[in-house]
């Protein structure tokens, strides 16, 4: 006999019925609710100014942001950064996103020395306990423990821990970044490509380059920002 599992089927008709036709956009066409949204870029390429922004934009009401809609929440983050290099940062943060941006630093976890599956857990309470649609993590590498990143068990399990964060309805934003030697869209991103496989959206930041043609990309989840 088949023993006790946890997972049920679900009939394709009640997943049909019950599944929205779009993506809950946070920030459209980039960031959504119950989605993974992966932002990758070189060093000093502007992902914090990009995040920072993104943060202000939500947290203080703007409909906006670069163009796309946004709907405005509250936002937990887990970053690598202590509270000294953080604090430029969050000098240029509105009053009401020193209020709304809810922090965990690595200062905080390493007391208690947290299991990527402990972080992800913790990003869950937070995000509850302060009305949060938005479960930020900078970087990837460092609060997942990951030992080899071109290992692609080992990628591909750190980002099934993310199911606990997602499966909350909450939006997950992953911090990574490029490979030295560079590539195209996906083979940018510093790992194994299964990290880039895995995600529901990759957001490529890169610098802008001399020629003005846009190199094709038929991978509707992949956005390239040029900053």
Avoid: C
Avoid at 214 to 226: H, S
């Amino acid at each position: 006999e088949a023993g006790p599992h946890p997972v049920v089927a679900s009939a394709a008709r009640e997943l049909l019925n019950t599944t929205p036709e779009d993506f809950e956009w946070v920030w459209e066409d980039y960031i959504a609710r119950g989605s993974i949204t992966l932002l990758a870029g070189s060093p000093k390429s502007g992902k914090s100014t990009l995040l920072f922004g993104l943060i202000n934009a939500l947290t203080n009401g703007n409909t906006t942001y670069i163009g796309h809609r946004i709907t405005p929440t509250n936002i937990v983050m887990l970053t690598e950064e202590g509270p000294v290099t953080l604090r430029p940062k969050l000098e240029h943060l509105h009053e009401r996103a020193l209020d709304n941006l809810h922090i965990v630093t690595r200062d905080d976890a390493t007391p208690r020395a947290f299991t990527w599956p402990e972080a992800t857990r913790e990003a869950v309470t937070e995000a509850h306990d302060h009305q949060a649609g938005v479960v930020i993590i900078d970087t990837l590498s460092f609060w997942s423990h990951i030992k080899d990143e071109n290992d692609a068990t080992e990628m591909g399990n750190a980002i099934t821990a993310l199911a606990e964060i997602t499966r909350h309805n909450l939006a997950v934003v992953l911090v990574h970044h490029h490979r030295k030697t560079g590539g195209d869209h996906e083979l940018a991103v510093r790992g194994n490509t299964a990290l880039s496989a895995a995600v529901d959206m990759l957001i490529n930041l890169v610098r802008p380059t001399t020629g003005t043609d846009e190199p094709e990309d038929n991978d509707t989840r992949i956005r390239e920002l040029r900053g």
